[in-house]
Nanobody, 120 residues
Framework: QVQLVESGGGLVQAGGSLRLSCAAS????????MAWFRQAPGKQRELVAT???????NYADFVKGRFTISRDNAKNTMYLQMNSLKPEDTAVYYC??????????????WGQGTQVTVSS
């Protein structure tokens, strides 16, 4: 079992930056792919970015060039650096992980979520 705990959310003005962290309860060397999802009020949860155990990344089109996903396996932590934030980025952001090397094979672990609010 793996517990994931997000932190770093908050209120920021449009154009600002935030960095989210996701701390895992065991070594991320033993975890496969990880990802960030988000869910805005009244909308479905959507995939934001993914990162494999080896560090290969993929991004949703709506965050390309603005967000950067990374992981530090020595610290058992994944990050999401969010720059040039827009009001439409407002959502609860969730950390997710799987023991496989692709989140598209299914998510096994979820964090509790952290709120990001971007004011205009």
């Amino acid at each position: 079992q793996v517990q994931l705990v997000e932190s770093g959310g908050g209120l920021v003005q449009a154009g600002g930056s935030l960095r989210l962290s996701c701390a895992a309860s065991r070594s991320t060397f033993s975890i496969g792919a990880m990802a960030w999802f988000r869910q805005a009020p009244g909308k479905q949860r959507e995939l934001v970015a993914t990162i494999t155990r080896g560090g290969s990344t993929n991004y949703a089109d709506f965050v390309k060039g603005r967000f950067t996903i990374s992981r530090d396996n020595a610290k058992n932590t994944m990050y999401l650096q969010m720059n040039s934030l827009k009001p439409e980025d407002t959502a609860v952001y969730y950390c997710a992980a799987t023991t496989s090397n692709s989140v598209f094979l299914g998510i096994e672990y979820w964090g509790q979520g952290t709120q990001v609010t971007v004011s205009s």
